[in-house]
Nanobody, 134 residues
Framework: QVRLAESGGGLVQPGGSLRLSCTASGRTSSIYSMTWLRRFPGNEREFVAAMTSGGLRTYYADSVKGRFTISTNSRDSAKNTLYLQMNSLKPEDTAVYYC????????????????????????WGRGTLVTVSS
């Protein structure tokens, strides 16, 4: 079993930055891919970013390209702590941010906010709230 815990959320002004962390514990050796998903106040969901072990493959939603960066603290795997550096934040970035992990590589459908996409990921954290407001 893998446990995920997000941290780093909070209130930030537009144009500001935050770095979210997701700490993995338990059987982390099984993790191959990790992702950040956000749920907006109206409950709409969006996969923000994803990466595979060693950063061999990454994904970013168009809405965050050039502003957000996904990374880990391990050169060899997305297994220990996952980060989401968020710059140039906008009010529309306000959401609850969740991290999730999978034992497999992620395919295109795995980053679609559909039921299949959500079901792909094996482990989920409880989320951290990011509020962008002046």
């Amino acid at each position: 079993q893998v446990r995920l815990a997000e941290s780093g959320g909070g209130l930030v002004q537009p144009g500001g930055s935050l770095r979210l962390s997701c700490t993995a514990s338990g059987r982390t050796s099984s993790i191959y891919s990790m992702t950040w998903l956000r749920r907006f106040p109206g409950n709409e969901r969006e996969f923000v970013a994803a990466m595979t072990s060693g950063g061999l493959r990454t994904y970013y939603a168009d809405s965050v390209k050039g502003r957000f960066t996904i990374s880990t603290n391990s050169r060899d795997s997305a297994k220990n702590t996952l980060y989401l550096q968020m710059n140039s934040l906008k009010p529309e970035d306000t959401a609850v941010y969740y991290c999730a992990a999978s034992d497999s590589d992620f395919s295109d459908y795995a980053v679609e906010p559909t039921e299949d996409g959500m079901d792909y990921w094996d482990y989920w954290g409880r989320g951290t709230l990011v509020t962008v407001s002046s």
